[in-house]
């Protein structure tokens, strides 16, 4: 693309640059603000602030919302892009302008950012997508001091988070993110003088303050560094990652044209690899260093990375020797122009020229991209690739797929009391996790008291009594109920006492009764005429499961007015009590000090029985039930439901398997094989009853749910006949594989499966072979998963309208 205008530059007294480009046929404009600062100028004290500054700053400034940036983190400077419509301009300079000068930053927001930023950096352990790259590369390339800075920005570790306060970020605020280090870039349809006319006048008031001295880049040295990580994939990964001129250097001798060409080039011929899955192939251009990443994933889990890694270097040999076919050029060329094209609306060239401002490179530059595409030969192609494809300047990573240590290592003890103790030592983790389950849940109530185990949870819960200013948390699942709370190690000891305190004898009053039934009644109001696709209506919980107890109302009018003080208290003696509860512990602690607390605070609590009703297994095919509902809905909504096997029977099942990875294809699919807005798909398994939903929405007010529920069954017989494609099915094996890790790695979703394995008197080693099971779902399993469970018999389904307008 050639410019028909150019930038028009300007500085304000206080330092200020303003970068102004007209483009008269955009439709929009976008306002990119750059500040001269990154994680380079951090040290290893507050490694992360400036993230998380950037974080709080947009989270507490609440009237940007209407204008959230796009934030990126460059190797030394970081962007705030916003793209609006023309008129909103002048809101977006005084949003700015008081950003620049005196930001709202308050403590509640910059904690809940680090909780934030550490929970994802303790994720990237594990995660990582098929173009991501994990955090370890970062410290890889270290001796290229931070190459390529925004992919591999490093966050906020535990140790720096610890050191971060708020005193700090203002001091960073105003050492940084001032006139003088900033640069104001408009780009759209605008006029030159209005802009200028609006930046004066919001930004010429703010004062200027000292400019802090600019971080030099050492440059690359050529080493050759082999690295082999485990990771969440469920196949080996190869990560090949030469690095190539900078940005600068790149322009000078045109080979940044001859580089994306040869991205887009090696990307297709990678899908002719028998060894690859699938892969990928990236330039991404930096100022003094740029990254040339390949990629690939295996084709089968047993793959070999020597091998793969030794078919890449043939394809490398290949373009450097042999002659490239004039069609194969042609074709990597358009895909190259095209993804140049795609980034020439207003928002990427104020992207583009804010790099290129930062990096003092014209802006000429933006025009000579295109030519340079046009102007590749194939033996530019090759000269290139001689140049840079070689061991002496490649990163290389080997990930294979990641097992996590096993969780069957369990201790367990059973107090005189009947009190059970399980402790899973978790030595990478910084917290403890403190689990009290109770054995009782709205399957144990009766139409006259419905909703008064919640009721009780949510009484303890508000109980200040405990723990000082930290809270349990109180979860009312369909089998028990949970008081859960994370603590550091130290603070152990005083969460037993307390969690011995909420089973003892814990304050219970008519006001906290009075307030919590408050509280429930008026969300139950509001629940009764919303739907989501997470949620569903009482009418519909009640169909699905029609015999199994697990359709149980929550606390209604009628019950909350036939309960008393005296029913709460004696609920909780009855089940709230020692011979009826499992606490579980898993984190950074010794099973040796869980035990003698336990005996020390629980050891002293009476030993009391429980009377229980009992438990109503799910009626394995109840028949077909079908309800309308009116709700707070705009346009339509469709539930279908199947009964499918709970835990227990779901242990000795195979089928589970191939129903989450069914459920994952619904997830992925849904919307692309559906006329749907959107729509979820949940496959949740009970002690007894488990079941397989999903929640679309309709495109329209005026779409028909009949034929959308045709359409959906459609789409179910072909899984009942076809199964899945190759390609799907290890797309969502994927996806299912690393929902396993995440749990694995959450010390909370751990103990809550140690306990559900527990409760349903199933063996542990289950939690290890979840992996395998997933590994090993075939598309016959699928389609016989499907034909056993998606029948008329077990399905539930509702339609689920507008609420009609009231009467005139």
């Known amino acids: 693309m050639?410019?028909?205008?150019?930038?028009?530059?300007?500085?304000?007294?206080?330092?200020?640059?303003?970068?102004?480009?007209?483009?008269?046929?955009?439709?929009?404009?976008?306002?990119?603000?750059?500040?001269?600062?990154?994680?380079?100028?951090?040290?290893?004290?507050?490694?992360?602030?400036?993230?998380?500054?950037?974080?709080?700053?947009?989270?507490?400034?609440?009237?940007?919302?209407?204008?959230?940036?796009?934030?990126?983190?460059?190797?030394?400077?970081?962007?705030?892009?916003?793209?609006?419509?023309?008129?909103?301009?002048?809101?977006?300079?005084?949003?700015?302008?008081?950003?620049?000068?005196?930001?709202?930053?308050?403590?509640?927001?910059?904690?809940?950012?680090?909780?934030?930023?550490?929970?994802?950096?303790?994720?990237?352990?594990?995660?990582?997508?098929?173009?991501?790259?994990?955090?370890?590369?970062k410290s890889i390339f270290e001796t290229m001091n931070h190459p390529n800075g925004y992919a591999y920005t490093p966050m906020a570790t535990p140790e720096s988070a610890a050191r971060i306060d708020i005193t700090q970020m203002r001091q960073w605020h105003q050492r940084y993110y001032s006139p003088g280090n900033a640069c104001l870039i408009v780009a759209g349809n605008v006029k030159a003088d209005e802009v200028t006319h609006l930046a004066k006048q919001h930004f010429d008031v703010i004062p200027s303050r000292p400019k802090p001295p600019a971080q030099a880049l050492q440059q690359p040295c050529e080493l050759d560094r082999r690295h082999v990580l485990y990771k969440d994939t469920s196949r080996p990964r190869l990560l090949m990652v030469p690095y190539m001129a900078g940005m600068r250097d790149a322009l000078a001798d045109q080979s940044g044209g001859a580089l994306s060409i040869l991205s887009t080039l090696f990307e297709q011929k990678l899908r002719t690899l028998p060894s690859v899955s699938h892969g990928t192939c990236r330039y991404d251009q930096d100022k003094y260093v740029s990254l040339f990443s390949i990629s690939v994933f295996a084709s089968t889990p047993n793959q070999s990375l020597e091998v793969l890694e030794a078919d890449i270097k043939t394809l490398w040999d290949e373009i450097k020797f042999n002659p490239l076919p004039a069609d194969e050029l042609e074709i990597a060329r358009q895909r190259a122009l095209a993804t140049l094209v795609k980034s020439d609306d207003h928002k990427g060239l104020a992207l583009n020229m804010g790099q290129l401002e930062n990096y003092q490179i014209p802006f000429s530059a933006l025009n000579q991209r295109q030519r340079d595409l046009l102007n590749v030969t194939a033996q530019d192609i090759q000269r290139i690739a001689r140049t840079c494809f070689s061991p002496q300047r490649t990163t290389v990573v080997h990930m294979l797929p990641l097992r996590m240590p096993s969780l069957t290592t369990t201790a367990e003890l059973t107090l005189s009391n009947g009190l059970k103790v399980m402790t899973l030592e978790n030595p990478h983790s910084t917290k403890v996790v403190c689990a009290m389950h109770y054995r009782v849940s709205k399957r144990d109530e009766s139409t006259d008291n419905s909703g008064i185990t919640e009721l009780v949870g949510r009484m303890l819960a508000t109980n200040k009594q405990y723990m000082g200013t930290k809270k349990f948390r109180f979860w009312n699942y369909d089998d028990f109920i949970l008081c859960v709370i994370t603590v550091d190690p130290d603070e152990?000891?005083?969460?037993?006492?307390?969690?011995?305190?909420?089973?003892?004898?814990?304050?219970?009053?008519?006001?906290?009764?009075?307030?919590?039934?408050?509280?429930?009644?008026?969300?139950?109001?509001?629940?009764?005429?919303?739907?989501?696709?997470?949620?569903?209506?009482?009418?519909?919980?009640?169909?699905?499961?029609?015999?199994?107890?697990?359709?149980?109302?929550?606390?209604?009018?009628?019950?909350?007015?036939?309960?008393?003080?005296?029913?709460?208290?004696?609920?909780?003696?009855?089940?709230?009590?020692?011979?009826?509860?499992?606490?579980?512990?898993?984190?950074?602690?010794?099973?040796?000090?869980?035990?003698?607390?336990?005996?020390?605070?629980?050891?002293?609590?009476?030993?009391?029985?429980?009377?229980?009703?009992?438990?109503?297994?799910?009626?394995?095919?109840?028949?077909?039930?079908?309800?309308?509902?009116?709700?707070?809905?705009?346009?339509?909504?469709?539930?279908?439901?199947?009964?499918?096997?709970?835990?227990?029977?779901?242990?000795?099942?195979?089928?589970?398997?191939?129903?989450?990875?069914?459920?994952?294809?619904?997830?992925?699919?849904?919307?692309?094989?559906?006329?749907?807005?959107?729509?979820?798909?949940?496959?949740?398994?009970?002690?007894?009853?488990?079941?397989?939903?999903?929640?679309?929405?309709?495109?329209?007010?005026?779409?028909?749910?009949?034929?959308?529920?045709?359409?959906?069954?459609?789409?179910?017989?072909?899984?009942?006949?076809?199964?899945?494609?190759?390609?799907?099915?290890?797309?969502?094996?994927?996806?299912?594989?690393?929902k396993i890790f995440r749990r694995e790695t959450n010390d909370e979703a751990v103990a809550f499966d140690l306990f559900r394995l527990e409760d349903s008197q199933l063996p542990l080693t289950l939690l290890d072979q979840r992996y395998d099971r997933l590994m090993e779902v075939t598309n016959e399993d699928i389609q016989r998963a499907a034909n056993t469970y998606f029948t008329p018999e077990r399905m539930t389904v509702a339609h689920i309208l507008p609420m009609q307008a009231p009467m005139q």
């Open 2 to 137: 050639i410019l028909n205008t150019t930038p028009i530059e300007t500085t304000l007294d206080n330092g200020l640059k303003l970068i102004i480009l007209e483009l008269p046929q955009a439709t929009g404009v976008t306002c990119l603000v750059n500040y001269n600062v990154s994680s380079r100028d951090e040290s290893v004290e507050n490694t992360g602030i400036n993230q998380v500054f950037i974080s709080t700053m947009n989270s507490d400034n609440d009237d940007i919302e209407s204008h959230r940036p796009q934030i990126v983190y460059y190797v030394n400077h970081t962007s705030l892009s916003f793209s609006m419509k023309p008129d909103q301009l002048n809101h977006c300079f005084e949003l700015n302008a008081r950003m620049m000068t005196v930001p709202v930053l308050t403590e509640t927001t910059m904690g809940e950012v680090i909780d934030i930023h550490l929970r994802y950096r303790a994720d990237k352990r594990y995660f990582l997508s098929d173009e991501g790259v994990p955090v370890e590369f």
């Open 492 to 738: 152990l000891n005083n969460a037993f006492k307390s969690l011995a305190g909420i089973m003892d004898a814990p304050t219970l009053t008519i006001e906290a009764m009075g307030q919590v039934m408050e509280a429930s009644l008026a969300q139950r109001e509001r629940n009764l005429s919303l739907i989501s696709d997470y949620s569903i209506p009482e009418e519909f919980a009640a169909l699905a499961f029609p015999s199994s107890g697990y359709g149980n109302l929550p606390l209604t009018p009628e019950s909350a007015a036939q309960i008393d003080l005296k029913q709460v208290q004696d609920w909780h003696r009855n089940y709230f009590c020692a011979s009826n509860a499992c606490l579980v512990i898993v984190g950074n602690v010794k099973a040796a000090a869980v035990e003698q607390w336990g005996q020390e605070h629980f050891g002293a609590l009476p030993l009391r029985s429980t009377t229980s009703v009992p438990k109503v297994q799910e009626l394995s095919e109840p028949g077909v039930r079908r309800t309308t509902l009116r709700l707070n809905t705009k346009v339509p909504c469709l539930l279908v439901a199947f009964n499918v096997p709970g835990q227990i029977d779901a242990a000795t099942d195979p089928s589970s398997a191939a129903l989450q990875i069914i459920s994952d294809l619904f997830e992925l699919n849904g919307t692309r094989r559906l006329p749907v807005a959107r729509g979820a798909c949940v496959f949740h398994q009970d002690k007894h009853a488990g079941v397989f939903r999903i929640s679309l929405t309709a495109k329209n007010a005026d779409q028909s749910l009949e034929e959308l529920e045709t359409a959906l069954l459609h789409v179910i017989e072909a899984y009942k006949l076809n199964g899945a494609s190759a390609e799907d099915l290890e797309m969502v094996r994927r996806r299912a594989v690393t």
